[in-house]
């Protein structure tokens, strides 16, 4: 079973703190994934990465930053951390079916998801 | 543009009934995908089902079900007499090619499910 791992399942922090929010797969999927999760608006998409090193805004970019180093690896980062950053953080991953633009139809793998609350 | 539409925010059920979740989506394209996620209340989304815009066949397996409408934009998810495992936010999404040729994944704002012993 794919399995993707999220460092922390609740953080709470200050506003203005940097926060890294990290998540690990352990399957070789290529594609990895952000997502914020909040009542009322499903979920939205932060940043994606197809590769290593890879990074593409999603629909809600601002106040975050990524980070893929490795494959396995792909970090969420608030620089300055507001409080209407406080929502359900999801990561997830998926694999390359042939290029990465075919991907749309592979299945996404979730986290648990981290709770993360700025005050 | 492309939307997915969940317009029951929560349902509440007793035990063994049937229940059917909607969702409505809106896209231009000829190709692109349907998804079911379930978030159980540990707040993992599992993945359900997906289907392809040229598959318009009906899906069963044990007692979820999914009736695809192409003609009416909508991929519905039905629950045969329900359990209390079922108790979960669910949500519909659509994959499909933007114009500059990067995907997306919409996901509607989820229906609640709870279901009472």
């Known amino acids: 079973d794919v399995k993707v791992t999220q460092s922390s399942r609740y953080l709470v922090k200050r506003t203005g703190e940097k926060v890294f929010l990290e998540c690990v797969q352990d399957m070789d999927h290529e594609n990895m994934f952000w997502y914020r999760q909040d009542p009322g608006l499903g979920l939205r998409l932060i940043y994606f990465?197809?590769?290593?090193?890879?990074?593409e805004k999603g629909d809600i970019p601002e106040g975050y930053s990524v980070s893929r180093e490795k494959k396995e690896r792909f970090s969420l980062i608030l620089e300055s951390a507001s409080t209407n950053q406080t929502s359900m953080y999801l990561c997830a991953s998926s694999y390359k079916t042939g290029t990465s633009l075919s991907s749309y139809n592979s299945p996404l793998h979730f986290g648990n998801g981290t709770r993360l609350t700025v005050t | 543009a492309q939307k997915v539409t969940q317009a029951q925010t929560e349902i509440s059920v007793v035990e063994k009934e049937d229940v059917t979740l909607d969702c409505v989506y809106e896209?231009?394209?000829?190709?692109?995908?349907l998804f079911w996620y379930k978030q159980p209340p540990s707040g993992e989304l599992v993945f359900l089902i997906r289907r392809n815009s040229f598959d318009e066949q009906n899906e069963i397996s044990g007692r979820y079900s999914w009736n695809f409408q192409k003609s009416t934009s909508s991929f519905n998810f039905t629950i045969t007499a329900s359990q209390v495992v079922d108790s979960a936010v669910y949500f519909c999404?659509?994959?499909?090619?933007?114009?500059?040729?990067?995907?997306?994944?919409?996901f509607g704002s989820g229906t609640r499910l709870l279901v009472r012993p």
């Open positions: 999404a659509l994959s499909a090619i933007m114009m500059d040729s990067s995907y997306k994944l919409i």
């Open positions: 896209t231009r394209d000829t190709t692109y995908y």
């Open positions: 990465s197809y590769d290593v090193k890879m990074k």
